[in-house]
């Protein structure tokens, strides 16, 4: 299950009401939490031992639905990371807007030196309803 970050339902209903444009990212990244992110995006992101967030791409929802086109791989750990529990899709490679927020199925992986998360495509689903 996924949820809107405060900053997009803002954004959305400004766009759909007529109040403000919003112009789409060009590019969205997925970042990485070993707990929950918020809708007010607090800072639980992961950081240092060569993480960062990666570029991915989604296909054209359907049925409120919509999943990741490709692999996304991030850089092998050069230290731990923790047991890695909640995925954020943001509007930018570092800092900005939490766009959308969720929990990966399977109660997390640990992450250990030298280990590569990897998700498949088609394994990150983003919902709405």
């Known amino acids: 299950m996924s949820s809107l970050s405060d900053y997009a339902e ?7 009401l007529g109040t403000a444009a919003y112009t789409a990212p060009t590019t969205v990244y997925i970042g990485l939490a070993t707990q ?22 989604f296909d054209s ?21 923790g047991t890695i529990t909640h995925f954020g899709i943001f509007d930018a490679s570092a800092g900005n807007n939490l ?9 997390g992986k640990a992450i250990a030196s030298g280990d590569v998360l990897k998700i498949d495509a ?7 309803d």
Request: charged residues 15%; proline residues 0%.
């Open 10 to 16: 803002n954004k959305l209903l400004d766009h759909l």
């Open 36 to 57: 929950s992110f918020t809708d007010a995006n607090s800072s639980v992101e992961i950081s240092g031992n060569n993480y960062a967030r990666k570029a991915i791409a």
């Open 61 to 81: 929802a359907a049925s409120g639905a919509t999943d990741n086109t490709s692999a996304v791989e991030f850089n092998a750990a050069t230290g731990t990371w």
């Open 99 to 107: 766009l959308v927020h969720g929990a990966f199925t399977g109660g």
């Open 122 to 128: 088609g394994d990150l689903d983003i919902t709405a």
